[in-house]
């Protein structure tokens, strides 16, 4: 009898052997593993990404030449709106610069825009992220902003050799310091799943007693730039209610996040600049 | 363990083909997870030691591209194959039924085992469990459709690396 029981028992043995082992595996060996194990992968979505883009540009090649030429009228009306902004910024940022000047602020323009594609979206049911076809080979960091036309993507959590991974705002692993468009004060967002073939969404807390909302009213929330990580007055997205905490100390709140953010295909990282290449303050006059 | 490599590629095939069918459902905010259909055919076809490296390993891929604590889904995945190997004497497991209904109950498990790992911090925990329970049932169907082709894609791709699956099945009865 006592064979077939161990037999019967073997695979459970292992099991468990294999569980301790992995235990007590050293933390180098587990992360090697893990980046060995994405860097196989990688290429595949690089490579499906770059197909995906083939196949949009022969697509495209189909269009008419009257649709290309009502395409490049449009854009000739765009370019030359974007033209006045541009020029309305240059006096703006010189505004800014001075007024830096003057009360011997620090630059916050600390950060270099780095356009990536996205290679793939992988929204399970557990997590929210993004992979781009840009890595450590476009100096992209751990902690870096990503941006997008509509306000902020995420975060960079994972940097590797030719991309990196990006944590969405709508998943839970992000938390970053908030304000509504017209108020000073720091409230806290964090993402929040999403319910299927709807919006993404995201929580707040710790909103100030004073802010109250009627049922059909909506409020922009914005990124306060406390923390460094993200600049301020980027959109986050659109508060829908606010309700009192359980506490009662604060009111909580449900956010509205943009529904383009689940069919990105090219978002924008803020990386940080280091000292050197970080443009100097202004002299003190 | 020569059949190690035979084994591994049709389960890296099917996890980087669902994963490239996540990026298009993504815009409607549906996923589908397959894992119980990585472990039944090595479970109840192959023999212990080259079974289980594989599954492991497809864990471990998995676990890679995904923020869990790497190993989460290779020791959940080898569980599921632990589980169903030790009672696979008792079952007519050259069945494509009794293969389909393990591959089912095996995602149902392996899939809830990790909703209760992950979503512990989760700020909206029942807000999320609509979804869940979306993305499961179309997980099921999607892997009710594709389980008789992976099946048969194991089975072959065995076949043309010289090892009988008929043969192995009754070497390791």
Not at chain 1, 60 to 88: F, T, W
Not at chain 1, 263 to 271: A, C, F, H, K, N
Not at chain 2, 114 to 143: D, I
Not at chain 2, 162 to 171: C, I, L, Q, V
Request: aromatic residues 10%.
């Amino acid at each position: 009898m006592l064979p077939i029981r161990f037999d019967q028992a073997k695979p459970f043995l292992t099991l468990g052997l294999a569980l301790a082992a992995w235990l007590v595996l050293p933390v180098f060996f587990k992360s090697f593993l893990r980046v060995s194990f994405f860097e196989m992968q990688a290429p595949v979505d690089t490579a499906v990404s770059y197909t995906r883009d083939l196949k949009d540009f022969w697509s495209l090649r189909n269009h008419s030449k009257n649709e290309l030429i009502e395409a490049g009228r449009d854009l000739a009306r765009l370019n030359a709106s974007y033209e006045l902004k541009v020029q309305e910024n240059v006096a703006l940022h010189a505004e800014i610069d001075h007024l830096d000047g003057l009360l011997r602020l620090p630059s916050f323009e600390n950060y270099r825009a780095e356009p990536a594609r996205v290679a793939r979206r992988d929204f399970s049911s557990w997590w929210q992220r993004l992979i781009i076809r840009k890595g450590s080979n476009y100096g992209l960091t751990v902690g870096a902003p990503v941006i997008y036309t509509g306000g902020v993507v995420g975060r960079i959590s994972e940097v590797h050799a030719y991309t990196a991974v990006v944590d969405l705002i709508s998943s839970p692993e992000v938390r970053l310091a908030a304000t509504l468009e017209d108020d000073t004060r720091p409230i806290s967002y964090q993402g929040a799943l999403t319910s299927s073939f709807g919006p993404a969404r995201g929580v707040v807390e710790y909103v100030p007693l004073d802010i109250f909302m009627l049922s059909n009213q909506t409020r922009r929330l914005v990124t306060s730039g406390l923390g460094g990580v993200f600049p301020p007055g980027l959109v986050i997205g659109t508060l829908t209610g606010v309700s009192a905490s359980a506490d009662g100390l604060f009111k909580t709140g449900e956010v509205q996040l943009d529904p383009r953010l689940a069919e990105l295909t090219e978002v924008t990282v803020l990386v940080p600049l280091e000292p050197a290449e970080a443009k100097p303050a202004p002299p003190a006059p | 363990m020569p059949r190690l490599l035979p084994t591994l590629l049709p389960l890296v095939l099917l996890t980087l083909l669902v994963s490239q069918l996540n990026h298009v459902l993504a815009s409607w905010h549906v996923s589908l997870f397959v894992g119980g259909l990585l472990v039944v055919f090595a479970a109840l076809r192959l023999d212990f030691d080259t079974g289980f490296a594989a599954v492991f390993l497809t864990g471990l891929l998995g676990d890679a591209a995904s923020p869990v604590r790497f190993g989460t889904q290779a020791f959940l995945f080898a569980t599921a194959f632990t589980l169903i190997f030790s009672v696979r004497g008792r079952l007519p497991r050259g069945e494509m039924l009794v293969s389909l209904v393990f591959a089912l109950l095996a995602n149902l498990g392996i899939f809830i085992a990790l909703s209760l790992l992950l979503l512990a911090h989760t700020p909206l925990p029942f807000g999320v469990w609509p979804r869940l329970l979306l993305n499961l049932v179309c997980s099921q169907v999607f892997l009710a459709l594709i389980a008789p082709w992976f099946f048969a894609l194991q089975t072959r791709t065995l076949a043309l690396a010289g090892f009988e699956p008929r043969d192995t099945s009754r070497r390791l009865t």
